[in-house]
């Protein structure tokens, strides 16, 4: 059956970097790809010029600002659902969400958008929370979001909850993928001290709950076994938090790492990076709703060690259940570090449960059901 062409709104706080962003913006191309519209809307970022390039249309609003005055938004997007013949709207955070959703509310209810929401995150239990389980549907990027859900929102009616995994390409991020020679030849130059060495990476935004001050810790006692080891440390500072990463970096000092660790800030460039280490931590001491870092080493055969816990147990359990280690165990962490040294564990599995072409085609498919009507109104 022919897609019936459809006019999609993505609402975010901003497009500057992380999974939530990334995952906007391929769901945007495969719009475009399709024959639909893709509209996006949020605060703009360094992502903003590729959604465009990629033909998708980008609204500018500060919709993302934890602030009473970004109420006011509520009568203008309401006039803009209205002149633009939106047939879905997405949100995907929880203050753009509230706008949305209360814009959307004063609708005609024959006649408004479809409404859907995703569970990027395992946020705190509240009912500013709440908004993000009121959508139409109720997309889960885990079983683990969506048992969160269950267990803290017991109002919201399962049949609308429908789980989507986050996916990746395996034709990007593949098996013994081997970056240009250019950016090989750039990267040398630019870490020099890595030739040689065994690299450990720590990707994330530098944020307490990242787990950095364990990574350090991780690479000290190596250092002190006599293993040759460096640590990347792949995110850019957070605005709000500059102070956390000045702590950071008077962390490395007092350790004695400078020799050690590398902040390499933000970094697009992902895949080549995980080309170059031998293994990627994920040490989040708080639990993830999926780990789409964890997914895209994994994918390219990667070990990854990662705390059991949230939607990072669940994919390591799929692709490389003995890079599980319990909860802020720094000793279970070198441990298996050691052993990825040695070569004494086990390959990581193939990737044939967390594709992008899956995540795609059910979330369009989620769309479209709304367009064929095979998915009741909700009020």
């Given at each position: 059956m022919a897609e019936i062409t459809l006019k999609v709104l993505q609402v975010l706080p901003a497009?500057?970097?992380?999974?939530?962003?990334?995952g906007t913006l391929e769901v945007a191309a495969e719009l475009v790809r399709r024959g639909h519209r893709s509209l996006v809307m949020s605060e703009g970022g360094r992502l903003v010029e590729v959604l465009e390039r990629e033909g998708s249309q980008h609204y500018n609003c500060a919709i993302g600002k934890k602030s009473f005055w970004t109420l006011r938004l509520i009568w203008s997007l309401r006039r803009f659902l209205q002149r633009e013949k939106i047939d879905i709207v997405h949100v995907r955070s929880r203050v753009p969400a509230w706008v949305i959703y209360l814009a959307w509310k004063g609708m005609d209810p024959n006649s408004r958008p479809r409404l859907v929401s995703t569970v990027h995150g395992l946020y705190s239990v509240s009912s500013y929370s709440a908004i993000m389980t009121k959508g139409e549907i109720?997309?889960?990027?885990?079983?683990?979001?969506?048992?969160?859900?269950?267990?803290?929102?017991?109002?919201?009616?399962?049949?609308r909850i429908k789980v989507i995994y986050r996916g990746v390409d395996p034709s990007v991020f593949t098996k013994n993928f081997q970056p240009s020679g250019d950016w090989q030849k750039t990267w040398d130059a630019l870490y020099p001290k890595l030739k040689g060495r065994i690299v450990l990476a720590l990707p994330g935004r530098l944020t307490r709950l990242k787990g950095h001050h364990a990574f350090f810790e991780i690479i000290a006692q190596l250092k002190q076994k006599g293993k040759q080891v460096i640590g990347i440390v792949i995110g850019g500072e957070d605005p709000r938090r500059l102070c956390y990463a000045q702590e950071l970096y008077d962390a490395v000092e007092e350790k004695r790492l400078k020799n050690e660790i590398i902040f390499t800030g933000y970094r697009s460039d992902l895949r080549e990076i995980y080309s170059q280490c031998h293994a990627v931590l994920s040490l989040s001491t708080k639990s993830e709703s999926f780990g789409r870092t964890v997914l895209e080493a994994l994918s390219m055969r990667v070990p990854v060690i990662g705390y059991d816990h949230g939607g990072v147990s669940e994919v390591l359990g799929a692709l490389y259940p003995y890079g599980k280690i319990p909860l802020n165990s720094i000793e279970a962490a070198i441990d298996k570090i050691i052993a990825v040294i040695d070569g004494e564990m086990p390959d990581v599995e193939e990737n044939r449960v967390y594709l992008k072409s899956g995540m795609l085609d059910k979330t369009l498919g989620v769309y479209q059901s709304f367009a064929l009507g095979a998915t009741s109104r909700q009020g």
């Open positions: 497009l500057d970097s992380g999974g939530v962003e990334r109720v997309i889960a990027v885990s079983d683990a979001v969506k048992q969160y859900v269950l267990d803290n929102y017991p109002n919201t009616d399962p049949s």
